[in-house]
């Protein structure tokens, strides 16, 4: 029928693509992003994401191209970029640009929920734009 609200009465949150999405302009620099940040904040204070959230399509295949969609090594050491050494973990986010804003969420990119939470931010924000390196891969 399309209604939610036993999903909503089980505390479930969803959040429209369309408000987080850099598909449409629409809703861009009107405030979302500052929303998209505080619901974020407001999960990491609470044990961070549920281990229930549903990555879009789109970012499993990101993760499939950028590691393989596995956040370590065979040998237990976090997957690093081949080319550039401070691309971290499952999403290949490089510490240099991006550590600050992650300590600043309450993620370390090493942690392999807290590199995939720091993902969900991204594209909240940004969309696909932080792995246009990899597009080829992802955007068959």
């Known amino acids: 029928s399309g209604n939610l609200e036993s999903w909503a009465n089980q505390g479930v949150f969803l959040l429209n693509m369309l408000l987080t999405s850099d598909k449409t302009s629409y809703h861009k620099n009107i405030g979302w992003e500052t929303f998209t940040n505080e619901v974020i904040n407001m999960e990491n204070a609470m044990n961070r994401y549920s281990p229930t959230i549903t ?3 789109i970012l499993k295949e990101i993760a499939f191209c950028e590691s393989g969609g596995k956040h370590f090594n065979p040998d237990g050491s976090i997957i690093r970029g081949r080319i550039v050494p401070e691309d971290t973990g499952k999403f290949q986010i490089n510490k240099t640009i991006h550590s600050g ?13 807290d590199n995939e939470s720091y993902a969900i931010w991204l594209f909240s924000i940004y969309g696909i734009t932080p792995w ?9």
């Open 55 to 57: 990555l879009p399509d």
């Open 132 to 140: 246009k390196a990899s597009e080829n891969c992802w955007s068959k």
């Open 101 to 113: 804003k992650a300590e600043e969420l309450g993620l370390d990119l090493e942690d392999e929920k």
